[in-house]
């Protein structure tokens, strides 16, 4: 209130005007060209999925290979899978941007090296499995969730003995109960010292509902959303 009552200012008057667009679209003209080449093509086939971090772009292809890109468009790293395991169906970066993880259409992960340009471990072999669908890291921690389309679900920790990477597994979910798991999220907080971060909450969502759990220190459902 200004000059004795009679004039009222409201605080949407002193704010920033509000942007015309909230979004704005920009193509990525070089790296569609690198993707549209019939050498690329014939190497690679064709793009699957893809990941955006910060300061980097991944694109998985249908031949098993992920290529890397910086947000200048241009190429860093080209990361083939080890073993055949068909097309790349998810991506994630650990947030630092030093690691990759990839899944692929017959099951199985690999963990890469972005920063050395090479897969240090990778799981599953030709023998065909469940496609793996969804895959995301555990914020800065050593371990990512797995989800396959048969509504298995993983935490994968990976360590380093001896010079060599060892991956474990911990079961979350079987598949036989929920069905297929549409959707996953880790919630870890990106400081340590955050309230829930040694609890490491995930969220989840099958057909008709949303979990939400804790990993530590023993795995438990905190809330369930029917949806």
């Given at each position: ?33 690198s993707l549209s080449e019939g050498e690329f ?67 199985g992960v690999t963990l890469f090296d972005i ?113």
């Open positions: 209130i200004v000059g004795g009552g009679t004039e009222r200012r409201h605080m949407s008057q002193t704010t920033h005007p509000v942007p015309e667009r909230l979004v704005r679209h920009e193509p990525l003209t070089l790296l569609s060209a093509h014939q190497v690679a086939g064709l793009p699957s999925c893809i990941a955006v971090h910060p300061k980097l772009i991944a694109v998985g292809s249908s031949r098993g290979f992920v290529f890397v890109y910086d947000h200048f468009q241009g190429l860093v790293a080209t990361l083939p899978s080890p073993v055949d395991r068909g097309s790349v169906t998810c991506i994630d970066f650990l947030p630092s941007g030093e690691w990759l993880a990839a899944g692929y259409q017959w099951g920063l050395n340009r090479r897969a240090v471990k990778s799981t599953g072999g030709k023998t065909a499995q469940p496609a793996t669908s969804v895959i995301r890291f555990l914020g800065a921690r050593n371990g990512f969730l797995v989800a396959s389309v048969k509504g298995k679900v993983d935490v994968v920790h990976w360590n380093k003995v001896l010079g060599f990477y060892t991956l474990e597994w911990f079961p979350v979910l079987d598949g036989t109960v929920l069905g297929p798991v549409l959707a996953l999220a880790p919630l870890v907080p990106s400081t340590p010292h955050h309230p829930v971060y040694d609890v490491t909450p995930i969220a989840f969502s099958a057909a008709h509902m949303t979990y939400i759990c804790a990993l530590a220190p023993k795995q438990r459902v905190l809330f369930r959303l029917q949806r």
